[in-house]
């Protein structure tokens, strides 16, 4: 009797090597949650797209999050978006490579004014708003990473982005609970995980064992619904890291820069970025021969 094949799919590959439980939530998503977040965004009018990351992690940002925006941004713009990049201080500049994607750099205030925040959905009026590995504010108002330190100090509140924003297309990219899309599923978070979640909602929730793999996963699933090449390969996103590491990045985990992301080493994401690729070039085959 011949085994039965299983299908590899976008969300399985970003899912692979799954050590922080994330699991526990895939039945409470939907089965194609990447290729459902990609349908409504394709859905919205071309226009600007607001990109929210940038963790803080021992002084720095860490190596998660930027990458995946870097290259979610590059995609947008082969789709006629205008992705505009937001973060605080400690990653501005890691958007300034060739090409550059244009970013907004907010401050870490005490107590911000939501006229600041209000004053630019009104500028820029976005389509759609995403965030890829930010942490989201807990019931308590306050930022928590992984080991539950309250990281307040540090994180510019740009989830408000999200709590302000009216009938615009939201969606989240996290791997671990506290970032901001996690709030649909904080109560399963806070009784089957050790964090604290965050409770800042979004219309779609993209989870992943790293959220660079979970931005890369909602770019695959652009490419198979386009059939545009937009995925980078393997030795864009070694450049990328390699220049944000010599600006002080730092792997989250380890907390010391470092050329991996989340423990996880190059050759991991060589793992991850083509098993992607290989499902975007055998869907491009098959709507090729039909």
Same mark, same amino acid.
């Given at each position: *009797?011949?085994?039965?094949?299983?299908?590899?799919?976008?969300?399985?590959?970003?899912?692979?090597?799954?050590?922080?439980?994330?699991?526990?939530?895939? %039945?409470?998503?939907?089965?194609?949650? @990447?290729?459902?977040?990609?349908?409504?965004?394709?859905?919205?009018?071309?226009?600007?797209?607001?990109?929210?990351?940038?963790?803080? /992690?021992?002084?720095?940002?860490?190596?998660?999050?930027?990458?995946?925006?870097?290259?979610?941004?590059?995609?947008?713009?082969?789709?006629? &978006? !205008?992705?505009? /990049?937001?973060?605080?201080?400690?990653? =501005?500049?890691?958007?300034?490579? /060739?090409?550059?994607?244009?970013?907004?750099?907010?401050?870490?205030?005490?107590?911000?004014?939501?006229?600041?925040?209000?004053?630019?959905?009104?500028?820029?009026?976005?389509?759609?708003?995403?965030?890829?590995?930010? @942490?989201?504010?807990?019931?308590?108002?306050?930022? &928590?990473?992984?080991?539950?330190?309250?990281?307040?100090?540090?994180?510019?509140?740009?989830?408000?982005?999200?709590?302000?924003?009216? !009938?615009?297309?939201?969606?989240?990219?996290?791997?671990?609970?506290?970032?901001?899309?996690?709030?649909?599923?904080?109560?399963?978070? !806070?009784?089957?995980?050790?964090?604290?979640? %965050? /409770?800042?909602?979004?219309?779609?929730?993209?989870?992943?064992?790293? %959220?660079?793999?979970?931005?890369?996963?909602?770019?695959?699933?652009? !490419?198979?619904?386009?059939?545009?090449?937009?995925?980078?390969?393997?030795?864009?996103?070694?450049?990328?890291?390699?220049?944000?590491?010599? *600006?002080?990045?730092?792997?989250?985990?380890?907390?010391?820069?470092?050329? %991996?992301?989340?423990?996880?080493?190059?050759?991991?994401?060589?793992?991850?970025?083509?098993?992607?690729?290989?499902?975007?070039?055998?869907?491009?085959?098959? =709507?090729?021969?039909?």
């Amino acid at each position: *009797m011949m085994k039965e094949k299983r299908i590899t799919t976008i969300e399985n590959v970003i899912l692979r090597h799954s050590n922080r439980g994330m699991e526990t939530l895939r %039945s409470h998503l939907p089965a194609h949650f @990447c290729r459902q977040a990609a349908d409504h965004l394709l859905g919205c009018n071309r226009g600007a797209v607001f990109i929210v990351t940038g963790f803080y /992690v021992n002084g720095t940002a860490e190596t998660d999050g930027p990458p995946g925006a870097y290259f979610l941004a590059r995609a947008l713009q082969t789709l006629n &978006y !205008e992705p505009i /990049v937001i973060t605080d201080r400690y990653c =501005k500049d890691y958007f300034k490579r /060739v090409p550059p994607i244009e970013t907004i750099e907010l401050p870490i205030a005490k107590k911000p004014a939501d006229d600041q925040y209000d004053h630019l959905l009104n500028q820029y009026r976005p389509v759609c708003l995403i965030a890829v590995e930010r @942490c989201g504010r807990a019931t308590d108002g306050r930022y &928590y990473n992984m080991r539950g330190n309250d990281i307040t100090p540090f994180t510019a509140p740009l989830d408000r982005f999200f709590l302000l924003a009216d !009938e615009v297309v939201t969606i989240g990219v996290g791997d671990g609970g506290n970032e901001i899309g996690m709030g649909k599923f904080a109560r399963v978070i !806070e009784s089957n995980l050790c964090i604290i979640p %965050s /409770v800042v909602e979004t219309d779609f929730t993209i989870i992943a064992t790293t %959220s660079n793999w979970g931005a890369y996963g909602l770019i695959a699933s652009l !490419e198979t619904i386009t059939d545009i090449s937009l995925l980078p390969d393997i030795e864009m996103v070694c450049n990328f890291l390699q220049s944000i590491v010599a *600006m002080g990045a730092v792997d989250g985990v380890k907390e010391i820069p470092s050329l %991996s992301v989340d423990g996880f080493d190059i050759h991991r994401e060589r793992e991850i970025v083509n098993s992607l690729k290989s499902i975007c070039i055998a869907n491009s085959r098959h =709507k090729g021969i039909q």
